[in-house]
């Protein structure tokens, strides 16, 4: 059997050459990261900008990290997209968006019967993305009601700026996109754990490439949120808090996860921004603590696996790792992946602070304990 590879690369700051050195050494380590892609394709980075906060709290992914990979494929002659949905703002922007459609239809509909209303209102609450709402008409509404330029939120002043991927792109050149106004693209799951169909940004469908540009930090309901939790934002902001609350119910999320990520083709690739990840109550409220590395590899599922055995835990105690690992969409074992670079013991942290997962520690030292 073929062993997964993964890269990790010491960088101790966020100064922009030393993170282009880190990000070009993790991935010169990986020949086959994308190498196969035909030059002038295009490639997507999917960043974590789950919600806007300062850059020292350790939430986002860092424009720096951001601007090397994006680097990177420019250099090899490909064009880049950095691209995410971000929950936060894109409930904003769906709440005004929801008010102005009340107010802009309300007038036709003074005088009508229940029965003409319950329709019209379940079609308004079940629209699945911005886009449809923007451009269907609309109980004789001609599209648009609602313009886009009247929501108030564009991404050039909206979480992109604020997390500074803004800034990245220009220097990089690269393009952006704000998934929650793109066209939603429905794709058919391989896995269907928990979803059958998933809808995803129109920009993610048609990408030569995707690559996770994730952070390293804890989750308070999957444990670790790195490679694989990330694509999460390409589902449509409405849908994805829908998605979070059914799974959870069914104690389910990790299948979910896993389906979304399933859809994603080719497999993406992965570079994590682990020079400061976030331990405790993961993954907005925990406190930021130093890992000081850079991580890369072509196969997601060994990349989170290598985290969780960063952070001192068995992979197949973190949700996703298994069920993907069981999925076969990637290596999940640690003996099967070879690790280049800075060995895992020399960075490995057993005592970061799982927060609400602290419990896994006494099952990941049984398991160790059991094993011949």
């Known amino acids: 059997m073929k062993k997964a590879t993964v890269a990790l690369v ?19 380590m990986l020949p086959e990261f994308g190498n196969s892609l035909p030059q002038g394709s295009s490639v997507l980075l999917k960043v974590n900008l789950t919600q806007i906060e300062p850059l020292e709290t350790a939430v986002t992914t860092h424009p720096a990290v951001v601007k090397a990979v994006s680097d990177l494929f420019k250099d090899r002659g490909h064009r880049v997209a950095i691209g995410e949905g971000s929950g936060h703002s894109g409930w904003q922007l769906w709440r005004r968006l929801r008010r102005l459609l009340f107010e802009r239809l309300k007038d036709s509909m003074a005088g009508r019967k229940y029965e003409e209303l319950a329709g019209f209102y379940s079609y308004l609450m079940g629209i699945k993305s911005y886009t449809q709402a923007l451009t269907t008409d609309i109980a004789g509404f001609r599209a648009p009601v609602v313009r886009r330029e009247e929501l108030g939120i564009e991404t050039e002043i909206d979480f992109f700026g ?3 991927i803004l800034d990245a792109a220009r220097k990089s050149g690269a393009e952006l996109a704000y998934f929650d106004l793109e066209e939603t693209v429905t794709l058919r799951s391989p896995t269907h754990r928990f ?9 993610v469908a048609e990408a030569g490439l995707v690559v996770s540009v994730a952070k390293f930090k804890t989750h308070a309901d999957m444990v670790l949120t790195g490679a694989i939790k990330n694509f999460f934002g390409i589902i449509p902001t409405p849908l994805r808090h829908t998605y979070h609350s059914t799974s959870k119910l069914a104690e389910m999320m990790g299948e979910m996860l896993v389906d979304v990520y399933s859809v994603v083709s080719p497999p993406p690739l992965v570079v994590c921004d682990a020079v400061m990840g976030m331990e405790g109550e993961g993954p907005l409220e925990g406190p930021p603590r130093r890992m000081g590395l850079i991580m890369a590899s072509s196969d997601c599922v060994a990349h989170d696996a290598v985290m969780a055995a960063l952070v001192g835990l068995d992979p197949m105690d973190v949700p996703v790792v298994r069920v993907a690992h069981e999925a076969g ?5 640690l003996e099967n992946i070879e690790v ?13 602070d799982l927060g609400p997962n602290a419990g896994l520690r006494t099952r990941t030292k049984a398991s160790a304990a059991a094993r011949p």
């Not at 280049?340 to 970061?352: K, M």
């Open 329 to 333: 969409l990637g290596q999940g074992l």
């Open 10 to 28: 010491r960088c101790e700051s966020y100064d922009e050459p030393v993170v282009e050195r880190a990000v070009r050494e993790a991935v010169g």
């Open 340 to 352: 280049r670079g800075v060995p895992i013991n020399e960075v490995r942290q057993a005592d970061w």
């Open 195 to 203: 979803l059958e169909d998933v809808p995803v940004s129109r920009s």
């Open 162 to 164: 604020e997390s500074g």
